[in-house]
């Protein structure tokens, strides 16, 4: 279970991957990999077919690349406190999916769909790109805590 946070965000940057917020009640329990979590923020009532379709491809992305994560239901009455705060950590209001990374008390938000499309695509650039160009993100880099050790290697 994640505990909702009462701390507002302090973090000074709201672009995808740079917004931290320090939340000291909100570690979540141990999952092996340094206190880490991977959060997807979605919804169980989509709006549109588009969104549904978007939730549909990060969690196919993350399965499929074994990359544990902890879904929230933005529509969980339960859980609206925790949504609230994700919501003023990336400033995306009632927009789905979003994804984080909780390390110990540090959220970070990740980014939204289109964050995750962009280094799913960018995963797919040829090696002597990616070498040339290490600022390019993609999913391996981004998620390297959390993937098995076969999921880091080129295909």
Not at 11 to 34: C, E, F, H, I, L
Not at 85 to 100: C, D, E, N
Request: glycine share 6%.
């Amino acid at each position: 279970v994640i505990l909702p946070w009462g701390q507002k965000n302090s973090a000074r940057s709201r672009t995808p991957g740079s917004a931290v917020n320090k939340m000291p009640d909100a570690a979540p329990p141990s999952t092996g990999q340094d206190e880490a979590t991977v959060i997807l923020l979605c919804t169980s009532v989509p709006s549109s077919t588009i969104i549904d379709g978007n939730q549909t491809f990060v969690r196919q992305v993350f399965t499929g690349r074994k990359i544990p994560y902890v879904e929230i239901d933005g529509m969980d009455a339960t859980r609206k406190d925790e949504r609230n705060a994700l919501f003023a950590l990336s400033t995306l209001r009632g927009k789905y999916p979003q994804v984080f990374v909780r390390r110990g008390a540090e959220t970070t938000f990740v980014g939204d769909f289109d964050k995750i499309n962009e280094l799913n695509d960018c995963e797919q650039l040829p090696e002597e790109i990616l070498t040339a160009n290490p600022q390019i993100e993609t999913i391996s880099k981004v998620f390297a805590p959390f993937l098995a050790p076969s999921s880091t290697t080129a295909a």
